[in-house]
Each structure stands twice: as C-alpha cells, then as structure tokens.
C-alpha cells in the first residue's frame, strides 16, 4: 500500500490562507483518487474533500467555496487550497487514497480511506 507525506500546514490568523501539499512515496499520485481529511481535538476524522482520477472533486457543507483540491501532476501532488479560514478549521489535516462506494439503497454514496494513515499536518487558526 501506498503511503502518503502531507505537508503545509500552520499556524495562520482567521480569514488567512493555507495551501496542503499531500505526496505520495514510489508511486504517482495521478493514478489514484485521493481525500484529504482532517481530526480536531476529541472528535472524529472527517473528510473534507476528494478527487477522482479524472479531476472530479466532491467537498464537505462545511469547506465548498472556500476549499479547493487539486491534482498537481507536474509535482506528483494533490494539493488542497484552503482560504478564508475559521478557528474550527484547526485540525490535523491527513491525505489517504480513497475509493467512492455507492449506496444506491439510499441514493447515496460515501467515500472510503484505502491505506494506512500518515503523520498528517497540523493546521492551527487563531481569532
């Protein structure tokens, strides 16, 4: 299985900006649809936003219009732009190979992690 180094993170002041960079180790990242997830003290991992390997993205409520993921080839990454950030953004912010897995039960689907997890990097905003 493919591990993945994420990187960017930082400490940056409500309304600032990040940029992630998540990078895969021996292999290309274009090959394999990716998410990047974030944990906040005491609470769960959540995704917030993944990409297909045709470009497709798909994003949590709580990041669209202001998060962006990105493939960028040219440097084997998948990058998540982050602006307008919030003090509820903070968070360890990982990246992980994903698969879609469709519910049609429920007219719905759900995007599932597909690897180990790696150090993640911390993204801390202040008010």
């Known amino acids: 299985q493919v591990k993945f180094v994420e990187s960017g993170g930082g400490v940056v002041q409500a309304g600032g900006s990040l940029r992630l960079s998540c990078e895969p180790s021996g292999s290309s990242i274009s090959e394999t649809p990716i998410g990047w997830y974030r944990q906040a003290p005491g609470k769960q991992r959540e995704l917030v936003a993944a990409i297909k390997i045709s470009g497709t993205t798909d994003y949590a409520d709580f990041v669209k219009g202001r998060f962006t993921i990105s493939r960028e080839n040219a440097k084997n990454t998948v990058d998540l732009q982050m602006n307008s950030l919030i003090p509820d953004d903070t968070a360890v912010y990982y990246c992980?190979?994903?698969?879609?897995?469709?519910?049609?039960?429920?007219?719905?689907?759900?995007?599932?992690?597909?690897?180990?997890w790696g150090q993640g990097t911390q993204v801390t905003v202040s008010s």
């Open positions: 992980n190979a994903v698969y879609h897995l469709a519910r049609p039960e429920y007219a719905d689907y759900e995007w599932i992690e597909d690897g180990p």
